[in-house]
């Protein structure tokens, strides 16, 4: 054996025989006691129940009207129409439009698979981008006053942009790198009735107040039975409504406080018992 081989030898015993590999390395393991285990529940009680009052204040504070259009009688496939939105509270700028489509499976997986090959390129725009939601809203104002300011520009995700900058495209005229529109579809839903961001409303908007948006209706929902509406919504620093997440955060809040109570009184009841 060489001089070489014995070291790596040497070396392979000296870790075998290592704690770590017989496991004898020092352990810590926390001890629970009665005095922790109140301080953990009482501390994560507050904590949420906190979070959640102060989300649900936040949420309260938002704006949201959504509106169905294509039942209505002048909106039928393939026209042009002009619905109206009643605004009942003020709506402060930065009002976000979206669009929401129900009953429509952009999750299913052959769906998302359905891909075309390019030698370099390797990316979801088969039935995705031939199913491309194509309604236009546009001529967005108040009744009886001058244009809303609307903005529809940097309403994808960065990462979307990033994804498809370098793609090439041939001979498929459905497909725009260009418009963000088209890149918010190309990201999936994980559920069947979803929303996606068509652009904001970059002005207040007084209560009591009607919006008129014109309508391109294009996009055939009745396919596959679905519904299609047009939402806006303001925000808050939490994003939109959570409220279903506030109230989560206080029952799990409160749920904590009660264990600690619990713990507590029945700390003292045992100690009183053995005195």
């Not at 790596?8 to 629970?32: C, H």
Request: charged content about 25%.
């Amino acid at each position: 054996m060489s001089k070489k081989e014995e070291a790596e030898y040497e070396e392979y015993e000296s870790l075998k025989n290592s704690k770590f590999k017989q496991q004898k390395l020092p352990g810590w393991r926390p001890v629970p006691s009665m005095a922790r285990a109140t301080t953990i529940f009482f501390a994560l009680g507050i904590v949420f129940a906190g979070l959640g009052v102060l989300i649900l204040l936040f949420s309260n504070e938002t704006v949201m009207y959504i509106k169905r259009y294509d039942n209505e009688t002048d909106c039928i496939l393939d026209t042009n129409c002009t619905i109206e939105i009643e605004i009942k509270k003020k709506m402060n700028k930065n009002i976000m439009v979206y669009y929401q489509l129900e009953n429509f499976y952009q999750n299913h997986r052959r769906y998302i698979q359905s891909k075309i090959e390019y030698p370099n390129n390797s990316i979801s725009l088969g039935l995705m981008g031939k199913n491309y939601f194509n309604d236009i809203f546009d001529g967005w104002k108040i009744k009886g006053s001058d244009n809303l300011k609307f903005n529809d520009k940097n309403i994808a995700r960065k990462s979307d942009i990033e994804k498809y900058k370098d793609f090439t495209v041939l001979d498929y005229d459905y497909i725009n790198m260009s418009n963000e529109h088209f890149l918010v579809w190309m990201r999936p839903a994980p559920l069947t009735n979803f929303t996606k961001l068509y652009g904001r409303i970059e002005e207040d908007i007084k209560e009591n107040s009607i919006i008129e948006v014109n309508i391109m209706n294009n996009y055939n929902s009745s396919n596959f039975n679905g519904s299609k509406y047009l939402i806006l919504r303001t925000v808050n620093n939490f994003g939109g409504d959570n409220t279903f997440l506030a109230i989560g955060y206080m029952i799990f809040g409160g749920i904590c406080l009660i264990l600690g109570i619990t713990f507590t009184i029945g700390y003292k009841i045992k100690a009183k018992k053995e005195k």
